[in-house]
């Protein structure tokens, strides 16, 4: 015959567990499951690349309805492991009037800068394993390792998104770098529609 060894209270009744023991088992279930979580994830490195995508695609629908609706030019400006937003700004009429270089060409009437404070526009950098490679207009674009390197030169974004909500052609692809064939694309046309072309990701 078997005997447990149990408690028992001055009535003759068993203890259930205290807080404490119940508060410690959810705590080791709590982190054997987050670290199946993260296993199944790392291991996963097309789902990575496909949440990247989607995230990206939601920012730029976004800032798309942005421009439109604020009837203001917007770019965007890649770098192999970062992406960020910028606005067009145009320069007020007595600015303009000083706007010419030395021999008297006249210069832009406008900058680029980042576009707004708001956590919405800050710059996004790619986890060190992704990495990120563009074609504009079907033409491939060279890609600066990050905004650090690219500090010194005059930013233009090479997409545009217009206040008419179309936007420049491009087709933006997210690539494992460890393994450069397991890749997500998202591509933009001129209509300003986005899509993912064969993942089954819903875009925005």
């Known amino acids: 015959m078997k005997h447990f060894n149990r408690k028992f209270n001055a009535a003759g009744g068993a203890y259930g567990f205290t807080l404490i023991e119940i508060l410690v088992v959810i705590t080791i279930i709590a982190v054997m499951t987050a670290a199946v979580v993260f296993g199944l994830s790392s291991k996963n490195p097309r789902r990575n690349l496909e949440e990247e995508a989607q995230r990206f695609t939601a920012k730029v629908a976004l800032a798309s309805e942005e421009a439109a609706f604020q009837g203001e030019l917007l770019g965007i400006v890649f770098y192999r492991h970062e992406y960020q937003l910028m606005r067009w700004v145009e320069l007020d009429i007595g600015t303009q009037q000083d706007a010419t270089a030395a021999d ?26 992704i ?60 209509l300003g529609e ?4 064969g993942s089954d990701e819903k875009l925005p």
């Open 194 to 197: 986005l899509s993912m072309p």
């Open 131 to 190: 990495e990120l490679s563009l074609t504009v207009n079907d033409l491939p674009i060279s890609l600066e390792e990050s905004a650090q390197e690219d500090a010194e030169k005059k930013i233009e974004p090479v997409v545009l998104l217009l206040p008419s909500s179309e936007m420049t052609p491009f087709t933006l692809t997210f690539s494992a770098q460890d393994n450069p064939a397991i890749q997500v694309s998202v591509q933009g046309n001129e």
């Open 104 to 129: 008297n060409t006249p210069q832009a009437s406008g900058h680029w800068e980042k576009a707004g404070q708001n956590t919405f526009y800050k710059s996004v950098i790619l986890p060190n394993d």
